[in-house]
């Protein structure tokens, strides 16, 4: 089932070069190497560095299988590092279904975000990209019994709007030449006030994958790492509502 996986790495002797070549190669290696056609079944970030002469290194796992076993060490590059201890936080769909319904959630975006549009990248945190991104994930990886409607997914993103962000565009190595720009830091999204009660739980039930997932390209390779909490707080007036009237809740 999703999970998160901590994996604390001893790099006390040097420290990992971490471009997002090889963030995925060291995934690939731990989890499996995406089927064709098909996107990877993990996610991952950077490891953290800690005080100790180790790293934590944060991996997602999206399917409803149980992830592999893991091992003893793990290689970035040609760098071999010992894992000294692990921890594997289960999140199942049905546990994510089962969420308390959300109209209001805080994202931080904790590794640069960005969405693929062909020729031209997107490096801002669009709402109904972020969303659109999460449901196609949810679809790839989530079992027939938690599909979600097509009528419920337009419902989803015609009622996702932005209530405010903060943050910024950073350029990200993705080798060792090539750079990507992406967004870091907070953004809240909520549903418009007439969103059906069903979009309502569906939201809540993405924004929790959300943290296992990632949101946006290449979350796979260490992009669009991100941590979620829902928010409760008055009903922001969205563009276009008179004064006095309101439109969210």
């Known amino acids: ?93 049905a546990e994510l279904t089962s969420r308390q319904p959300l109209r209001r959630a805080r994202i931080d975006v904790v590794s640069p975000m960005y969405f693929s549009r062909g020729e031209r990248d997107l490096a801002l945190p669009d709402p109904e990209l972020m969303v659109q991104s999460l449901l196609n994930r949810w679809e790839v990886f989530a079992p027939p019994q938690f599909a979600v409607p097509r009528g419920l997914r337009a419902e989803l993103l015609s009622s996702v709007f932005l209530v405010e962000m903060h943050g910024h565009t950073v350029s990200a190595p993705v080798g060792k030449v090539t750079m990507q720009t992406g967004f870091l830091g907070s953004v809240t999204v909520g549903l418009t006030r007439k969103a059906a009660a069903d979009a309502t739980h569906l939201f809540a039930a993405l924004i929790g994958f959300a943290g296992i997932a990632g949101i946006g390209a290449q979350s796979g390779h260490g992009f669009g790492a991100v941590e979620v909490s829902p928010v409760d707080r008055p009903p922001a007036r969205a563009p276009g509502t008179p004064r006095g009237a309101s439109a969210h809740s």
């Not at 995925?24 to 731990?30: D, I, K, P, R, S």
């Not at 290194?57 to 893991?70: A, E, K, Q, Y």
């Not at 060490?73 to 199942?92: C, M, N, P, S």
Request: hydrophobic content about 40%; overall charge negative.
């Open 1 to 93: 089932m999703p999970a998160i996986l901590e994996l604390l790495i001893d790099t006390e002797l040097s420290r990992p070069v971490v471009h997002p070549a090889r963030l995925h190669g060291a995934a690939c290696a731990l989890l499996g190497h995406p089927e064709k056609g098909r996107p990877p079944a993990f996610s991952t970030r950077p490891p953290e560095a800690t005080d100790t002469g180790a790293a934590v290194w944060r991996v997602g796992w999206l399917p409803s299988d149980p992830p592999p076993n893991l091992p003893t060490t793990v290689l970035f590059g040609d760098d071999k590092y010992d894992i000294l201890a692990h921890r594997v936080a289960e999140v199942g769909f």
